[in-house]
């Protein structure tokens, strides 16, 4: 393949899978606020984050990148639930004292009624977590016993009602969502490395390349594109 045609189709990768991305997080900056590279929705960074042009890192002492809430982080168009994926890459320097690890969330606590989704990984599992507009919960987890020090490229899609989680290119698990399983448009913002409300399952490692789309998922193809062997396939401006 020749070097025009290389890149076109790089392009053309990228354009499928982030062609409906509504924030896209680098998370390569070593000063200021953590870029939105599509919206401007640019996050605060609360504690002690390490940064060193290629990651930030999270320690388990309530270090967060805030967001705050905004419709496109909510997958819904008022009515019908949207297709959505999130998409982060991750290393662990440990699993905690619980074993647990917030992602990225947008959720408060549960006495709070102002929940919408979490994932997360949880005693040896990924999980996605998310609520409807009576406040059911409804999730879908994986087996997942992370490496020290390697790297993982996860995300959760939806296409029409099925949602599903992956890792390193591969869709591990698919569940379909209950019938009438509307989405909850809520205030809470978004959390990169914790969540909102306890200290108790913050991420000990390392977080980049994090993007939220919101109105189409992603394939198989579109995941296996994105993994790169291993490289991943940043964001195009």
Same mark, same amino acid.
Request: charged residues 20%.
């Given at each position: ?26 998370? /390569?900056?070593?000063?200021? @606020? ?9 996050? #605060? ?11 930030? #890192? ?18 819904? @168009? ?53 609520? /409807? ?34 890792? /390193? ?12 399983? #509307? ?20 991420? /000990? ?19 296996? @594109? ?12």
């Amino acid at each position: 393949m020749g070097i025009i045609a290389a890149s076109r189709l790089r392009e053309g990768l990228r354009n499928s899978m982030f062609g409906n991305a509504v924030a896209y997080y680098r998370l /390569d900056e070593t000063t200021g @606020d953590s870029i939105d590279l599509v919206n401007g929705y640019n996050g #605060t960074l609360n504690g002690s984050i390490g940064r060193n042009g290629e990651y930030y #890192t999270f320690h388990p002492e309530n270090e967060f990148v805030a967001i705050a809430d905004k419709d496109d982080f909510s997958f819904t @168009d008022g009515t019908n639930n949207t297709n959505f994926v999130i998409k982060t890459e991750v290393v662990f320097k440990s699993l905690g004292i619980n074993n647990r690890a917030w992602l990225v969330s947008k959720r408060e606590s549960l006495s709070s009624g102002v929940q919408e989704w979490q994932f997360i990984y949880i005693q040896n599992n990924l999980g996605f977590y998310i609520w /409807d507009t009576s406040n059911n919960e409804f999730n879908i987890s994986t087996e997942f016993t992370p490496t020290i020090g390697q790297k993982y490229i996860i995300g959760v899609t939806l296409n029409g009602t099925t949602l599903s989680l992956f890792i /390193d290119g591969v869709i591990e698990q698919t569940e379909n969502l209950p019938v009438g399983f #509307t989405f909850f448009n809520g205030s809470s913002i978004v959390k990169l490395g914790d969540e909102a409300f306890t200290t108790r399952v913050t991420l /000990d490692g390392k977080l980049k390349e994090t993007v939220i789309v919101k109105g189409n998922g992603w394939t198989q193809q579109n995941i296996t @594109d994105n993994y790169n062997n291993g490289n991943g396939i940043t964001y195009n401006l």
